[in-house]
């Protein structure tokens, strides 16, 4: 049944066999040749096939690692093994990234298996799958290590048969002679690892026009047979024997304890076999379990019936209070008067004292939660020689770590394998499910899974922040533009990890906030305080939801109000094509750029004003659509990539349909057009779900949402009928940029837009609802 | 007392009470983990198996119900995995991260056969059940569509 990790649980004679051939290898020639030569960027050799360049992957936590020997190992029989570092969510990097390099090392596909990493960044690099990062950061490294590997089996075909290696040359999984010698891969697997790993320098890298596999979009994901025929394996799907299952009743009220609790009838039903307290963290409580009572069986069933029968009284705590109308009543007044600067270019006061006519709007957005189709799920086993956890987490080193941590375990005795991620959408890359896990295992002696319901995902997830972003412009006598000011107010994702002072920091700033690329002279972002009375996490998009939203309508409303075409005004407020010069433009200085350094990325107003006319033109912008139509359009940069979207929005008796959503998508280069494809039209569901349904509500401090009944999300019946992806086609060198997460923040003002049109009413509040 | 019934086409005898969901006993005890949890409410559809040869959410089946019947989980719906329908999800590039897939498949493959000249609203009607938070409706579509007319 282990089809997806057996080298991880039986560690067998193929590891022991590569061990002996990594062994003999000088180990200095690779940090030279790798990790040294990505630092330094010596990357100005004239090849022209390949051109290096920094990504902010060298800033991440253990940076990269681009070593070979790490990665990837053949077989006497040819099969290659690469090894896949980053999590898998449907986002499809543990089959784009060995692609990649199975390609530069010019290796037959279907002679590829990939190996899933445990948790172990000082030996992978950084592996936390978060922020639409492994395509832009990896795909060079994979290159480079395909050309490095590619580069010692010719070597060693060379010496074989006593020729240059430059007489070598490879095609297709074999190596070939200047006298017709021909030898398969798996031939010369054992003597091309004893060849020293050769330096950047000596690599050579294919053409772009040779690529059999990068960017042409026609490789399949590697799990698709087992995900269709039921064997794929998931966070819930190992099995370990004698393994108990453990459900866990939370605090409703974040910062909640359990004043006392009784367990009689729990401990009376069949299955049922112990009650644990579980202890809560403290404010901040970051990554850490929200404690509990925990009930531990021999199967799911007994331990959720034994739950519904606790009997707990809680200590609400300081956040019971907390209620989702009068919290937004306060983030409104509190907009009215921000205090906190986070850009100021030019002098906005000015502006705004010279106007001739100011137009302002505000815009709210509910809290959301995740749900990714698997609940969080997690299971332990600790024995006296430490802990294995097997899980779908995106970041199984930050969980390794903390695990090692709660149980007081040097990190050498802990073991985080990841298997494939129901999804993850940012709820994944908080592991407090496995640590709860860990303590279970460890306080009943025997593996346990802990098993969250999806009442338990809704009720304590870290939730997508609230907000309300309120958006003012100065105009002059002509109508234009000459004051930009914008305040968002919304609790902080930093509130779960320091002391709240309900202020922003500077990663949710760079979402949409401060990045404003508008050709205007004046431009001021701005902050007042929301402390926050939930756990506050990371969404897919993240900030870049609320400040799309608004945004993006705000400027469709203007051009509504000044009798403007929608496009025409988006496209003048864009300007002409420039790079936004950072230093002239009032950023702060902790300027965040998705952690990428800005030369490489930076914000290309040309990039973004194509998108726009992509999209529009793609769905017919300007054409008169039928009664109850309308056309909308919204364009955003995130996670350093553009994209547009142009939502055709249908009102069938009163419930709002799209028939068509149009994506113009520049991601710099398309490394996997299919996976593009398939994020977008997922981003469109999303974004829809998100437009239409996602509003978590809070009363007494409790969530009163609980399944998909109340939570509910767009289904077959309802969701963008025809999604069409438009790629905006780049050479490598143009750097490739985030997939993951883009495609969603333009959505649900498209849609906001398309209904304005359709039906003449703004809405500005998320969820908008599923009927007009 | 055991409950006997027929599982992918063995007899299965389980000790289970009466009155647990089929979804945790065919994962939990018998140990096949193609049959997803999602919701326990029957409102996602990702613990979609056949009954008797009709789709049925197996959390919200009860052992007791499916006592003397025939089940069919995503393991036995084609013993190579060659069900036209498992075919169409490939063909098509359906799953991206393929949690919710094995409930679409069961539930497709049991609208297929009930109705073999489907039409475009009667896929969108039967498939509503089934949530995909990926959102790959598009695709999930198609292939049903696919698998029933080849088209």
């Known amino acids: 049944m282990l089809s997806y990790l057996p080298d991880h649980l039986l560690p067998g004679a193929r590891e022991a066999a590569r061990r002996v051939l990594i062994a003999a290898v000088d180990r200095r020639s690779v940090l030279k040749g790798g990790i040294a030569a990505f630092a330094l960027g010596l990357f100005t050799r004239p090849s022209g096939a390949f051109e290096s360049y920094p990504t902010g992957g060298l800033q991440m936590p253990r940076g990269i690692v681009a070593d070979p020997l790490v990665f990837v190992s053949i077989d006497p029989d040819g099969t290659v093994t690469i090894v896949a570092h980053r999590s898998e969510m449907g986002q499809g990097s543990r089959t784009s990234l060995p692609m990649v390099l199975a390609d530069e090392l010019d290796a037959d596909w279907s002679r590829v298996r990939i190996l899933q990493a445990p948790g172990d960044e000082p030996r992978y690099g950084n592996q936390d799958t978060d922020g639409s990062r492994s395509l832009r950061h990896h795909i060079q490294p994979m290159r480079q290590m395909g050309a490095a590997v590619r580069e010692m089996l010719r070597r060693a075909a060379a010496k074989s048969w006593g020729v240059e290696p430059a007489a070598v040359t490879v095609e297709f999984h074999t190596l070939k002679g200047p006298d017709g010698q021909s030898a398969d891969f798996g031939e010369l697997a054992e003597a091309a690892m004893a060849e020293l790993v050769p330096s950047f320098e000596d690599l050579t890298f294919k053409d772009e026009a040779a690529f059999r596999y990068i960017g042409k979009g026609e490789v399949q994901i590697t799990d698709l047979h087992d995900i269709t025929t039921g064997k794929a394996i998931y966070g819930a799907d190992v099995r370990l024997n004698g393994m108990k299952v453990a459900v866990i009743a939370r605090p409703p009220v974040l910062g909640g304890k359990v004043k006392s609790y009784d367990a009689s009838e729990t401990l009376a039903v069949p299955g049922v076999e112990r009650v644990i307290e579980i202890a809560g963290a403290p404010a901040p409580v970051n990554f850490l379990p929200l404690g509990g009572i925990a009930v531990v069986a021999t199967n799911t069933w007994a331990a959720e019936r034994g739950r519904e029968r606790l009997k707990i009284e809680w200590d609400d705590g300081p956040h019971a209070s907390y209620e989702s109308a009068a919290y937004r009543a306060e983030m409104e007044e509190a907009s009215k008067a921000p205090d906190k600067i986070f850009r100021d270019q030019g002098d906005v006061p000015g502006a705004f004292a010279a106007a001739s006519t100011i137009f302002e709007r505000s815009y709210y957005q509910a809290h959301m939660a995740h749900i990714p189709m698997e609940p969080p799920v997690a299971i332990a086993s600790v024995t006296t020689d430490g802990c294995e956890i097997w899980t779908s987490v995106q970041s199984p080193y930050g969980a390794r770590e903390d695990v090692a941590k709660d149980l007081a375990l040097p990190i050498e005795q802990v073991k985080v394998n990841v298997t494939l991620l129901g999804g993850g959408f940012g709820r994944k890359s908080k592991w407090d499910f496995a640590i709860e896990a860990a303590r279970l295992s460890k306080a009943v002696n025997a593996p346990v899974r802990v098993q969250w319901t999806r009442e338990d995902d809704i009720h304590n997830s870290f939730m997508h922040t609230t907000s309300v972003e309120r958006l003012r412009v100065a105009m002059d006598d002509a109508g234009k533009v000459t004051g930009w000011h914008h305040t968002s107010v919304a609790p902080s994702i930093l509130s779960t990890f320091a002391p709240d002072n309900g202020h922003q920091f500077f990663i949710e700033n760079g979402m949409g906030h401060v990045d404003a690329p508008w050709d205007v002279a004046n431009i001021r972002c701005d902050n007042a305080p929301a402390l926050a009375h939930a756990r506050i996490g990371w969404f897919r998009s993240v900030s870049n939801v609320p400040r799309a939203w608004a945004v993006q309508s705000f400027i469709a409303e203007l051009a509504h109000e000044l009798g403007r075409d929608h496009k025409e005004m988006l496209l003048e407020l864009i300007g002409p094509p420039r790079t936004i010069d950072v230093a002239t433009a009032g950023m702060p200085e902790d300027f965040w750029n998705y952690g990428e350094p800005y030369a490489e990325y930076p914000i290309d107003t040309g990039r973004l004003a194509h998108v726009v006319e992509v999209a529009a033109d793609a769905a017919g912008w300007g054409a008169t659509l039928p009664e109850g139509e309308g056309l909308g359009l919204a364009v955003h940069r995130s996670f350093v990539t553009y994209v547009a979207v142009a939502a055709r929005v249908r009102i069938v008796d009163g419930q709002i349909r799209v028939p068509e959503m149009h994506f113009a998508v520049d991601c710099g280069f398309a490394a996997n057009p299919e996976r593009i494809r398939s994020q977008m039209e997922g981003s469109a569901v999303m974004g829809m779900t998100l437009a239409l349904n996602s509003g978590i509500t809070f009363a007494d401090g409790r969530v009163q949402q609980s399944n998909f009944h109340d939570y509910d999300v767009a289904r077959a019946d309802n969701f963008p009928e025809k999604v069409e992806v438009h790629i905006v086609p780049h050479p490598f060198s143009v750097h490739a940029s985030g997939i993951g997460e883009p495609g969603v923040p333009p959505v649900a003002p498209a849609m906001g837009n398309a209904i304005f049109a359709a039906t003449g009413r703004r809405l500005r509040d998320l969820p908008l609802g599923t009927n007009v | ?151």
């Open chain 2, 1 to 151: 007392m055991p409950i006997d019934f027929s599982l992918n086409g063995s007899q299965h005898s389980i000790d289970a009470p009466s009155d647990m969901p089929l979804l945790w006993a065919i994962r939990d005890i018998v140990g096949l983990t193609g049959t997803k949890y999602g919701c326990g409410a029957g409102l996602c559809g990702a613990c979609t198996v056949h009954v008797d040869g009709k789709a049925e959410r197996s959390c919200m089946v009860s052992m007791g119900e499916v006592a003397g019947k025939s089940v069919t989980t995503i393991e036995g719906l084609h013993p190579e995995g060659e069900h036209p329908v498992q075919r169409a999800w490939r063909e098509l590039n359906v799953p991206q991260c393929g949690f919710c897939q094995t409930g679409q498949i069961m539930q497709a493959a049991s609208l297929v056969a009930e109705k073999p000249n489907i039409t475009d609203a009667e896929i969108l009607e039967g498939m509503r059940g089934n949530v995909c938070r990926c959102g790959c409706y598009q695709r999930i579509v198609a292939a049903v569509r696919h698998a029933a007319t080849g088209i």
